[in-house]
């Protein structure tokens, strides 16, 4: 769970992106690396690469910010038309619109977040050859994370050669009638394995959780894999190469994604049907939740700093933790919290998009005079807010009840939660998950607070947001042995 507050938003403009195009009609060539310097008000330069592949009637497009050291983190699509580029992430409300020069060599363009509109010119520095279209059938995945990872700093990020299959796979979710696109990594030897599929926390991610830089479910899978327990990460529904639409699905949707994903795993012959679980973080967790209380449920849940409170408690609790950071004052601390629950309250009672938004966007503007530009930014600034709080994953959030959903799960559950996630706080959301499942009469349930972690599992200094990209740590190594113990001992 990631809020969409000014800081978050601009920090997570520092990301990267891959797309897929819409459109089935022939495109032009844009194959090859591009590069250009984006120019940030507090006047530092952030060099930008970006690696485009146009693959038989697709587009998909990676983009590296070699200074921030992020590599490889995903938005929804690249659209060419004519000579226009448009690139937009929609879960972080940025894009770029660009002009391809005649000579292919150099698109100018815009990038716009947060309110500002920022000039960027790309320069061609490389031409790629055209990939083939990839077999839908399980291939041995190519080496390019091995050779990727050689060049990252990021020091849990694996290296192969691997003791251990790894397959790009697909599967369907026939309700939705999406299809998904993911990677499965095997332990070596007949089997049957256990497994489990990870599921990602709020906003569209690809199947590494790329994010700030790290990419933790390839290093959660290559450490599950190497204790013997096979792991499915997948791209989310409209991102990468998985079809579907992220901006309007809720963690409701992305649990019969979760479903389909077991479903999979079930036809596999070399992994355990008996022994199928689900990882969830964040919202991934939600989603968990919701899949094991339906038909054909995963055997086991581990659940990474997932709510177990009500969604308006979460939101107000993490509005409160994140503004302790910068003080203590009870009184400025009470106004924080009553603005808070009084935002929430009107998206609660206000059904119709459109009439809560025209309520909430001058709730959040402070009632003083300010410079033209100011005032210009701050409303912006509002007007993103209240679409992000209106969409259909806030108002499920908003609606949804932990301790309800809790109570009727029976299969063994793992929480985990670090002592500095300021997103979801430990202690409340711990005790409320523990408190529900053994009321309902769940017989195996391990809660942990591990200390000194943050909302993403890294050792942190502060659990603020801002710190995220510049800890090499992807994801503690407690937590990792501490699902991995925990899953093999209920995979016997």
């Known amino acids: 769970m990631r809020p969409a507050t000014p800081i ?16 089935a009609a022939p495109l032009p060539t844009l194959g090859g690396k591009w590069s250009g310097t984006l120019k940030i008000p507090n006047g530092k330069l952030l060099q930008l690469q970006i690696d485009i592949t146009d693959t038989n009637g697709k587009r998909t497009a990676s983009l590296d910010i070699p200074t921030q050291n992020a590599h490889d983190i995903t938005v929804e699509r690249v659209e060419v038309r004519g000579d226009s580029l448009h690139l937009q992430a929609s879960a972080i409300r940025a894009s770029f619109a660009g002009r391809i020069a005649p000579n292919g060599g150099l698109i100018t363009g815009k990038w716009r977040q947060n309110g500002v509109r920022l000039p960027l010119l790309l320069q061609r520095t490389s031409t790629a050859v055209v990939a083939a279209t990839a077999a839908a059938t399980p291939t041995t995945a190519p080496p390019a994370k091995a050779v990727a990872s050689k060049n990252s700093k990021r020091p849990q990020e694996p290296l192969g050669p691997f003791p251990y299959r790894e397959e790009e796979v697909r599967f369907a979710n026939k309700s939705a009638g999406i299809n998904f696109a993911g990677t499965l990594t095997v ?15 709020s906003g569209a991610q690809n199947r590494d959780q790329a994010v700030f830089g790290h990419r933790p479910f390839w290093v959660i899978a290559d450490y599950l894999t190497r204790r013997g327990i096979a792991v499915l990460r997948f791209d989310d529904r409209g991102i990468g190469q998985s079809g579907g639409n992220s901006a309007t699905a809720t963690a409701a949707d992305y649990a019969t994604d979760a479903q389909a994903a077991l479903d999979f795993l079930r036809t596999r012959r070399d992994l355990n049907a008996k022994h199928l679980g689900l990882v969830g973080h964040s919202e991934g967790g939600t989603a968990a939740i919701a899949a094991a209380n339906k038909a054909q449920s995963p055997s086991f849940l581990v659940l990474l700093a997932t709510p177990g409170v009500l969604g308006p408690e979460v939101i107000v609790r993490q509005t409160l933790d994140i503004s302790r950071l910068k003080t203590h004052d009870a009184k400025i601390l009470a106004g924080v919290e009553q603005r808070q629950r009084a935002l929430l309250n009107i998206v609660q009672q206000i059904s119709d998009n459109k009439h809560a938004r025209a309520r909430l966007i001058p709730a959040m503007i402070p009632p003083i005079p300010l410079p033209p530009e100011q005032a210009a930014q701050m409303q912006k600034l509002a007007e993103d807010k209240a679409a992000m709080m209106t969409t259909p994953a806030y108002r499920y959030m908003l609606e949804d009840n932990p301790p309800k959903n809790l109570r009727t799960i029976k299969c063994p559950v793992l929480a985990l939660n670090g002592s500095k996630d300021l997103l979801v706080a430990a202690e409340p959301n711990l005790k409320s998950i523990e408190k529900a499942l053994k009321t309902g009469g769940n017989r195996d349930v391990t809660v942990r607070e591990l200390s000194g972690l943050n909302h993403l599992f890294q050792t942190a200094s502060t659990g603020a947001v801002t710190e995220y990209e510049g800890i090499n740590e992807t994801f503690s190594p407690t937590a990792l042995q501490a699902m991995g113990d925990w899953i093999a001992q209920r995979a016997k």
């Open 187 to 201: 332990p070596q030897g007949a089997g049957p394995f256990p497994a489990v599929v990870l599921l990602s926390g």
């Open 8 to 23: 978050l938003l601009f920090l997570q403009l520092l990301f990267a992106f891959s797309a897929v195009s819409l459109s």
